[in-house]
């Protein structure tokens, strides 16, 4: 579904919604390794528009741990876009950055997540249809024992005709 955004005296841009399916449990650790999550399919562009910015938006729908302090991620952490025929660590870019403790777990909870919105304009690898692989790059945690659920992770494509 489309929608229309008037941005200066005769600019109109339109805009889309492309979502991941869930990505459900994420089991944090202590150690940094890459975690591919689901992919994002961009479909259905109007042909011949003029794709002016592609922003991410991911969702955290819920955390749980059963331990007795505080979980949450360490240091800067990425999440990182590639067209799917590219490779990592070679066609990818950054697509939302998550600052230290941006996710995290209090002790012995099950709490809801938070929707993390992303600075970094795409366009340059999200430049029509297509499928795009979507990866936290180096997750990390302050400590283990404690679960992400439900992870999902959107493009908002802003398109001019």
């Excluded at 992919?39 to 749980?64: E, H």
């Excluded at 331990?67 to 067209?83: A, M, W």
């Excluded at 992770?153 to 802003?158: D, P, Q």
């Amino acid at each position: 579904m489309s929608f229309a955004v008037k941005l200066g005296a005769e600019t109109i841009y339109f805009a889309d919604e492309f979502w991941s399916k869930p990505h459900s449990n994420i089991n944090m650790s202590a150690s940094a390794t890459d975690v591919n999550l689901n992919d994002i399919v961009v479909n259905n562009l109007p042909s011949g528009i003029t794709i002016r910015f592609v922003f991410g938006i991911m969702i955290v729908n819920r955390v749980n741990t059963t331990q007795n302090n505080d979980r949450y991620i360490t240091g800067v952490q990425f999440i990182r876009i590639k067209e799917a025929a590219g490779a990592w660590d070679v066609d990818d870019i950054d697509l939302i950055d998550l600052p230290a403790r941006t996710v995290s777990a209090r002790m012995s909870s099950s709490q809801g997540g938070c929707l993390i919105p992303g600075t970094y304009d795409v366009k340059s690898v999200v430049d029509g249809d297509g499928t795009y692989n979507i990866q936290w790059e180096d997750i990390d945690s302050n400590a283990a024992d404690w679960t992400i659920n439900s992870l999902i992770v959107g493009l908002k494509v802003y398109w001019s005709l």
